[in-house]
């Protein structure tokens, strides 16, 4: 019998409604190369905690020539995201209707999940969160689904994982998890029922 499911945010959950680098780029008149460069020198440390996002951001934004703060570049990048209001309704269904444990799993840092808690009210539909920086890894490393089965203090075989990256569901069943990949809506809310939970 699953007693906890676990939800991943980017690409299910969460959505840019376009993406910032490119968005920001234009905006800005930043050379992409020169954006990318951030993300491929800095961003997975900042995500798996061993440095914070928003002071390795400080002087990129000097040498992109952008007049803006750090806490200001982060606002206008974490207000791109938008949410699949479908599918959080059926997460706090599932929240709501049956007695389990309600995590979200993701490969992002403290302060764009602090952005969005606050936002999108994740605690009308999680317990609690799991964050790549909490880890010191991503997904689909295993330290993170061992740091989940702690967390969760159940069996593998009593969590549900559902993720839209196949590479990470994967790592779940490895693991002991029943995993699945997310397609959409009437996937997951089929794969839910027959797992025995009321949706």
Same mark, same amino acid.
């Given at each position: 019998?699953?007693?906890?499911?676990?939800? &991943?945010?980017?690409?299910?959950?969460?959505?840019?409604?376009?993406?910032?680098?490119?968005?920001?780029?234009?905006?800005?008149?930043?050379?992409?190369?020169?954006?990318?460069?951030?993300?491929?020198?800095?961003?997975?440390?900042?995500?798996?905690?061993?440095?914070?996002?928003?002071?390795?951001?400080?002087?990129?934004?000097?040498?992109?020539?952008?007049?803006?703060?750090? &806490?200001?570049?982060? &606002?206008?990048?974490?207000?791109?995201?938008?949410?699949?209001?479908?599918?959080?309704?059926?997460?706090?269904?599932?929240?709501?209707?049956?007695?389990?444990?309600?995590?979200?799993?993701?490969?992002?840092?403290?302060?764009?999940?602090?952005?969005?808690?606050?936002?999108?009210?994740?605690?009308?539909?999680?317990?609690?969160?799991?964050?790549?920086?909490?880890?010191?890894?991503?997904?689909?490393?295993?330290?993170?689904?061992?740091?989940?089965?702690?967390?969760?203090?159940?069996?593998?075989?009593?969590?549900?994982?559902?993720?839209?990256?196949?590479?990470?569901?994967?790592?779940?069943?490895?693991?002991?998890?029943?995993?699945?990949?997310?397609?959409?809506?009437?996937?997951?809310?089929?794969?839910?029922?027959?797992?025995?939970? &009321?949706?």
């Amino acid at each position: 019998m699953v007693k906890a499911v676990v939800f &991943d945010m980017d690409g299910m959950l969460i959505f840019e409604d376009e993406r910032f680098s490119k968005k920001f780029s234009r905006e800005h008149r930043v050379k992409p190369k020169d954006v990318s460069e951030f993300f491929e020198k800095e961003f997975d440390h900042c995500l798996e905690g061993r440095k914070d996002l928003k002071s390795e951001v400080e002087p990129y934004l000097k040498k992109w020539g952008v007049s803006m703060s750090s &806490d200001e570049l982060l &606002d206008y990048w974490f207000s791109i995201s938008i949410i699949d209001s479908d599918i959080a309704d059926v997460i706090r269904s599932v929240k709501r209707k049956n007695r389990l444990k309600i995590v979200l799993c993701t490969n992002n840092e403290k302060h764009r999940v602090s952005y969005l808690e606050k936002k999108f009210d994740f605690k009308s539909m999680f317990d609690f969160v799991l964050r790549a920086d909490h880890v010191g890894a991503q997904k689909p490393e295993r330290r993170v689904y061992e740091r989940l089965l702690k967390e969760i203090a159940l069996p593998a075989g009593e969590i549900a994982f559902f993720d839209d990256s196949k590479d990470h569901v994967k790592a779940a069943k490895e693991v002991g998890m029943k995993a699945f990949l997310f397609k959409d809506k009437a996937q997951l809310v089929a794969e839910l029922r027959s797992l025995g939970i &009321d949706v």
